[in-house]
C-alpha cells in the first residue's frame, strides 16, 4: 500500500478505534405517575399527592430516581390522575428538552401569565419530558406547576447520578474529595394541613387563598414526622449524605457532636469542600456532604430551625 495513503489513513483508523473504546451513550427512562392518597399524619388523615413509578402506590417523597453512570439520556413519562394540570422540572439538569412552550392563562386584567415552568400535563394525559447530557449529582424534581401549591401537596422526589460507582467505592462528583462507601438520603419537607384540607374540599382559592401565609404544622424527614434522627459512619471510607429541601423555607440540619463536609450544591461540586457543623439548606435546594468518621456509633441529627417548634 502506498505509504502516503498510510499516513493520512492513520488519524482515521485512530479516530474509530477511540470511538469504539468509548463507553456507549444510553437512555434511562422511568413511567412516572402523579395521583392522590390519604395519609396519616399524627393521628389525622390528610389527603397527599404523590409520584410512583407504574402501579405502585404513590408516595411523597415520590420514589428515588437513579441514573446509571453510562445513561446520558433521562426520558420521564409522567401520566397525571390528578384533577389538575401538572408538569415536571429538575433543577440543575440543564439538557432540558423544550420541544413546547410553558402553560399560561389570563389574570383578572386580562394579560398572559405563567402557571408552569415547562409544558403541562393535562389530567387523564401521559407526557414525555427528556433531558440529555444528564450531569452527576443530587437533584430535587418536583412539579413546575403551580410549584408552591403542588411541592406542598407532595409531589417531589430524589434524582441522583454518580460519577462512578466502583465497589467498594463509589465516586459522587470528579476529584479525589468524592469519594464514599455507604450513603443516606434526607428529603426535608412539610404539611400545612389548612391548604390540605382547603383542596380535599375544593376550597382553596376562597378559604386559603394562597400559600403565602401558610404555617406548617408538620416537618417531615423522607415523608415521615421529623424532630430527630440519627446517622453512622464507619471504617474504610466516608459517608455520603444526600440532603434536600422540599420546603418553602430554610432547614438547618446538625450532626450533634462532629463536623461534614460540604461537597456540593445543586449538582454542581465545591472548588474546595467545606466543614460545617449546621448545615444551612436554601428551600428547593441540595447539598451533598460527607460524613468522615471510622465509628460506627450512631449521631443524633436535628434541624437547628425546627426543633423547638415541635
Known amino acids: 500500500m502506498n505509504r502516503s495513503l498510510i499516513k493520512s489513513l492513520a488519524p482515521v483508523m485512530l479516530s474509530v478505534f477511540c470511538l469504539l473504546l468509548a463507553p456507549r451513550a444510553s437512555t434511562v427512562t422511568f413511567n412516572l405517575r402523579a395521583a392522590s392518597y390519604t395519609k396519616t399524619v399524627n393521628g389525622r388523615q390528610v389527603l397527599m399527592w404523590g409520584f410512583a413509578i407504574g402501579n405502585n402506590a404513590p408516595t411523597s417523597p415520590g420514589p428515588a430516581l437513579t441514573v446509571s453512570v453510562a445513561d446520558n439520556t433521562l426520558i420521564i413519562n409522567l401520566k397525571n390522575e390528578l384533577d389538575v394540570p401538572i408538569s415536571i422540572v429538575i433543577p440543575g439538569q440543564n439538557g432540558f428538552v423544550r420541544d413546547a412552550s410553558h402553560a399560561t392563562f389570563a389574570d383578572t386584567s386580562g394579560r398572559s401569565r405563567s402557571r408552569s415552568f415547562v409544558k403541562e400535563t393535562q389530567p387523564g394525559q401521559t407526557v414525555q419530558y427528556v433531558w440529555n447530557n444528564v450531569t452527576p449529582g443530587t437533584y430535587l424534581y418536583h412539579s413546575g406547576s403551580h410549584p408552591a401549591?403542588?411541592?406542598?401537596m407532595g409531589l417531589y422526589g430524589l434524582l441522583r447520578k454518580d460519577f462512578t460507582n466502583t465497589r467498594p467505592l463509589s465516586q459522587a462528583y470528579n476529584g479525589v474529595s468524592y469519594f464514599f462507601t455507604?450513603?443516606?438520603?434526607?428529603?426535608?419537607?412539610?404539611?400545612?394541613f389548612d391548604v390540605h384540607d382547603a383542596v380535599r374540599d375544593g376550597t382553596y382559592g376562597t378559604t386559603v387563598k394562597s400559600m403565602i401565609h401558610s404555617t406548617p404544622d408538620v416537618y417531615l424527614l423522607n415523608g415521615q414526622?421529623?424532630?430527630t434522627t440519627s446517622v453512622a459512619g464507619g471504617p474504610q471510607g466516608a459517608t455520603l449524605i444526600r440532603m434536600l429541601n422540599a420546603c418553602y423555607d430554610e432547614r438547618i440540619p446538625v450532626v450533634n457532636g462532629t463536623h461534614l463536609k460540604i461537597v456540593a450544591e445543586d449538582g454542581r461540586k465545591y472548588s474546595y469542600p467545606k466543614l460545617e457543623n449546621a448545615v444551612n439548606l436554601p428551600a428547593l435546594k441540595?447539598?451533598?456532604?460527607?460524613?468522615?468518621?471510622?465509628?460506627?456509633?450512631?449521631?443524633?441529627?436535628?434541624?437547628?430551625?425546627?426543633l423547638s417548634k415541635q
Open 182 to 192: 455507604r450513603q443516606t438520603v434526607w428529603i426535608f419537607g412539610e404539611i400545612d
Open 149 to 152: 401549591l403542588q411541592v406542598q
Open 225 to 227: 414526622p421529623f424532630v
Open 286 to 306: 441540595t447539598r451533598d456532604a460527607l460524613l468522615e468518621t471510622a465509628s460506627s456509633s450512631p449521631l443524633t441529627v436535628y434541624d437547628r430551625r425546627t
